[in-house]
């Protein structure tokens, strides 16, 4: 017994002295400095390419250089002696000839960007200039003419260099304290001294960022259905993108039968969810994104009492669809769904469709809308066209009632890209898509990281505090809140409401304010009456599965964020308990069916306490996974194919390097030591005789 | 830094042992097993010393800079006297074991002097402390940056490696001494090493200034090397004979084979 007691004693001892560190002031310590903010960028593929970054499995190793000048550009590209060099790019030289030009060297080991506004140019757009062109619904069998943006370019301003296939990583610098750290070991080290150059010991970096799929969609789903197939510990090189739909609508719809609905004609108001930009997971896309989506919201806000009270004829089906920067994701699943009858409802219940695109930037006063010409034109369908005219006068009539701005028709010119685009290539149904914008976008930083807050001119007045900025009616606020009413008013309209109950429908500033804020206090998912939410500062599209490496993103993923909203505003508190409302099924008064239920935590009272209650409201999320997926047709050109590739570390560490003489120098001073010990050996007898 | 630097510094330190170990030591399988068993000791007289370091640094003020120091500095001297009572332990397991051996060998003669077992042991101990001292070091050295960001000093990796194979051969000198001092009762002998140990440990503080801890190391290296050689049974008559190569007449004077 004593004997277990001391061997346990000792276990303990030996395990303690391993597991405990301490004084961890180990040599790596003295050699590395880690940086810990790493925004990279990721590699993401489709049906025939990949885009985006790559790094060297065990990273890639560079000096630092600060791009600042011309001269330094030569230096970097063809004079400096130390290459390959790791350039630290001022914003301004972040544009389509640097980085080719940095694509095309060999001596480029990594590019790291400063992000910030000082030295940006008026405009910067990574997008192409006609997004997702393949996958709208203009090809030669439809439109021919207006296909590849051969009407009109809707982002002239794009570069194209999100979808352009780097082979060093391209790593954003966004945190000040962490630029200047680079900053300052470039300055004591690798600064040149009167032209000559920089003298080893050098400051150099290291980033990693290996991604594990290549070539593209179809090479690497096939390598990882093989890994699925026959390996036992199965390695998935890429997953596609996926996420969820935020749809709702005025009357509730059976979730659970699918297909036809009878006797319903619904008009679809929708808007997309997503955004991107060249790096990963960073998408403000104010201006792209967010102006549409506070809108409908702010729609629905003002449509739903007066929805409740004097129901229209129609239902008003609301969607938020994600994933539409890449080639249509949400909005091509829920058609695919349509058709397949696999969704609520089907294409033969839906009377006409008006999509919110980018309301945010209305110089002027002016509101677009646009139609589709090509089903205008056809003549072959004429009651079809003369009702969609007939309904398109009523909604034009319907939206310029409000005198404060103009609305104009865009008559010649092809959809701008949108969701509706995506309806169309399924069924000829009437449409509309609000813009700000006529002939090509007004917003000049299309899907980058600048399209934040800023463009979209929500300026405060100084010296409010963040709690008052919250509640202040920002003039964005106020115009987009204006659009909201219009879109409120013409939906009631369209979906067959009487006029005398227009005057009701009235989209408040004040919730707009709030959604548009730009307010960083951390994000609660828990609904509070207040609506203390600010939008996130990210829209990328999330990926569904579970696996990920990646550290935890500090936003919640829109797609709840708006799911809880779209509660909050339609939804109605009842009194069920918690375990009645996660088995609603259980009550008879309760329909599983037509509602969704959600346990909300309730607003703070002032003592810090939370009354916690259960929300009824028709909102769902529909899966928004590209059909390829789903029918194995990885090289679908039909149908979105991006995936996005796995990798195991991302990071990034400067450190200093030495020159290869000394590196060389040592084992040479060895090999003298070896030759000398033989020869003593050999006359040991001859040196230790007495 | 580098595969370069990395193979360097390992050569650097541990070349000469190891030439050491391959001519005079691999043939004999005896004097293997007393290597062996000497760096044994010398891992538990560091595991012993550590046990004791970690106790009250646990129990000590983390905060307190100097209170580290102090700590630290008393480590160093408790492990250098850890490693000497290890090594006089040693001493005494060896003498008891050669009489057993002599019991159990067939021959008359002892298998294995007690110089032999000084300078095995002695080597044992230095291996032992070279690992110890300078593979963790090899292992960060392998990665593709040098020591400097924070201001220290670039010599880091090479300093490193010549203060290993400087305490690796006083390792193997002090041994000699040790193990000569107590046949022949000379305790201040055991003074001078215990004492010179100590030396060389704590002048090992006024890193990163590297001259000042390698300078008078290597300079206690030689002072132990020309002492040890004496202890040895060498001379200074024997070594110039042997340097100029006169030794072939010299051994056919006295009738030895070459």
Redesign the interface.
């Known amino acids: 017994m004593t004997d277990l007691i001391s061997i346990n004693c000792v276990k303990l001892l030996i395990s303690a002295?391993f597991y405990t560190c301490?004084?961890c002031s180990?040599?790596?310590q003295?050699?590395?400095?880690v940086l810990n903010e790493t925004v990279p960028c990721v590699r993401l593929l489709n049906a025939t390419h990949q885009i985006g970054c790559q790094s060297s499995i065990s990273g890639d190793?560079g000096v630092l250089h600060v791009l600042e000048t011309e001269s330094d550009l030569d230096w970097i590209l063809s004079s400096g002696p130390h290459p390959p060099y790791m350039v630290i790019m001022e914003t301004a030289f972040f544009n389509r000839s640097v980085m080719m030009r940095m694509k095309n060297s060999s001596r480029v080991a990594g590019v790291a960007v400063i992000i910030s506004k000082t030295g940006l140019a008026d405009n910067f757009s990574p997008h192409t200039t006609c997004p997702n062109q393949n996958t709208g619904v203009y090809s030669e069998s439809y439109g021919s003419d207006l296909a590849n943006c051969n009407g009109t370019v809707w982002n002239p301003l794009g570069n194209g260099l999100s979808y352009e296939d780097f082979s060093f990583p391209v790593f954003a610098l966004k945190d000040e304290n962490q630029t200047q750290v680079l900053r300052k070991?470039y300055e004591d080290h690798n600064q040149r001294v009167n032209g000559s150059a920089p003298q080893y010991?050098l400051?150099?970096m290291?980033l990693f960022s290996h991604m594990h799929a290549v070539t593209d969609t179809v090479t690497c789903m096939r390598r990882t259905d093989l890994q699925n197939r026959f390996s036992i510990n199965p390695e998935v090189l890429c997953d596609p993108l996926s996420d969820f739909n935020v749809w709702t609508s005025t009357r509730p719809l059976n979730n659970s039968a699918k297909g036809h609905a009878a006797d319903e004609s619904v008009v679809i108001a929708a808007t997309r969810l997503d955004g991107r930009s060249f790096f990963w997971e960073q998408a403000p896309a104010a201006e792209g994104t967010v102006s549409g989506i506070v809108t409908l919201l702010a729609t629905i806000q003002a449509l739903y009492p007066v929805t409740q009270e004097a129901p229209p004829p129609r239902n008003i089906f609301f969607s938020f669809f994600q994933g539409e920067a890449f080639d249509y994701i949400g909005s091509s699943k829920m058609v695919y769904d349509m058709e397949k009858n696999d969704f609520v409802i089907d294409m033969n219940n839906v009377h006409s469709m008006l999509e919110i695109g980018q309301v945010g930037l209305r110089s002027g006063r002016s509101l677009w809308m646009h139609s589709d010409p090509v089903s205008r034109q056809n003549k072959s369908v004429d009651t079809e066209v003369s009702e969609e005219e007939g309904k398109l006068s009523l909604f034009s009539h319907a939206l310029s009632r409000s005198p404060s701005f103009t609305l104009s028709l865009s008559l010649s010119q092809p959809l701008p890209p949108s969701s509706f685009q995506r309806f169309l290539r399924a069924r000829r149904i009437p449409g509309l898509v609000l813009a700000d914008h006529n002939t090509s976008f007004t917003n000049r930083y299309y899907e980058s990281m600048y399209d934040d807050a800023e463009n979209l001119n929500v300026t405060y007045p100084p010296g409010l505090t963040p709690d008052e900025q919250l509640v202040y009616e920002t003039d964005a606020a106020k115009s987009l809140a204006e659009v909201a009413t219009l879109v409120a008013r013409s939906l009631y309209l369209q979906a067959g409401g009487e006029e005398k109950n227009l005057n009701n429908i009235t989209a408040d500033p004040k919730i707009v304010s709030h959604m548009t804020s730009t307010n960083t206090h951390t994000h609660t998912l828990t609904l509070t009456l207040s609506l203390s939410l600010s939008l996130s500062p990210s829209l990328s599209l999330s990926l569904s599965h579970t696996h990920r490496h990646m550290t935890s993103s500090h936003t919640p993923p829109v797609t709840r964020f708006v799911q809880y909203i779209l509660a909050n505003l339609t939804g109605t508190v009842t009194n069920l308990t918690e375990s009645q409302c996660q088995n609603p099924s259980e009550l008879s008064t309760e329909n599983k069916d037509l509602f969704s239920y959600f346990w909300v935590s309730g607003p703070a009272s002032v003592n810090g306490t939370r009354e916690p209650f259960c929300v009824r409201a028709s909102v769902r999320l529909s899966k928004a996974v590209s059909p390829a997926f789903e029918l194995l047709e990885y090289g679908s050109r039909n149908y979105s194919t991006w995936t996005e590739s796995r990798w195991k570390s991302i990071r990034a560490?400067?450190?200093?390097?030495?020159s290869r003489e000394l590196?060389?120098?040592?084992?040479a001073?060895?090999e003298l030591?070896?030759t000398k010990?033989?020869n003593i050996?050999a006359?040991?007898?001859?040196?230790?005789?007495? | 830094m580098t595969v370069a630097v990395f193979f360097g510094c390992t050569f650097i330190a541990f070349g000469p042992a190891v030439a050491l170990f391959v001519f005079t030591i691999a043939r004999d399988p005896l004097r293997v097993i007393f290597l062996i068993a000497g760096a044994f000791f010398w891992l538990v007289s560091l595991l012993l010393s550590s046990l004791v370091w970690f106790i009250t640094v646990q129990i000590s003020n983390k905060n307190s800079a100097t209170q580290q120091t102090g700590l630290l500095i008393f480590g160093v001297v408790l492990s250098v006297l850890l490693q000497e009572a290890f090594r006089y332990g040693y001493y005494r397991l060896l003498k008891k074991a050669n009489e057993g051996l002599l019991a159990l060998s067939q021959e008359d003669t002892m298998p294995i002097s007690i110089r032999q077992l000084a300078y095995v042991s002695g080597l044992g101990f230095g291996f032992m402390s070279g690992a110890f001292s300078v593979v963790n070091i090899l292992s960060d050295s392998l990665g593709p940056g040098t020591v400097g960001i924070h201001g220290d000093s670039q010599h880091y990796f090479i300093s490193s490696a010549f203060m290993t194979l400087a305490i690796i051969l006083l390792h193997m000198f002090w041994g000699v001494v040790f193990f000569e001092s107590c046949e022949r009762q000379r305790w201040w002998g055991l003074g001078a090493v215990v004492i010179s140990h100590l030396v060389v440990s704590c002048v090992s503080f006024v890193n990163p200034h590297y001259q000042g801890s390698l300078i008078p190391t290597y300079i206690i290296l030689s002072v132990m090397a020309a002492w040890a050689y004496l202890c040895a049974g060498g001379s200074l008559r024997n070594l110039k004979l042997c340097l100029t190569c006169k030794d072939k007449d010299f051994l056919l004077a006295n009738h030895r084979p070459r």
Do not use: D, H, N
């Open positions: 002295l301490v004084l180990s040599v790596e003295k050699i590395y400095v190793t070991c010991p400051c150099a290291q560490r400067i450190f200093l390097v030495a590196e060389v120098m040592q084992p001073l060895v030591t070896e010990q033989k050996s006359k040991t007898e001859i040196m230790f005789i007495k």
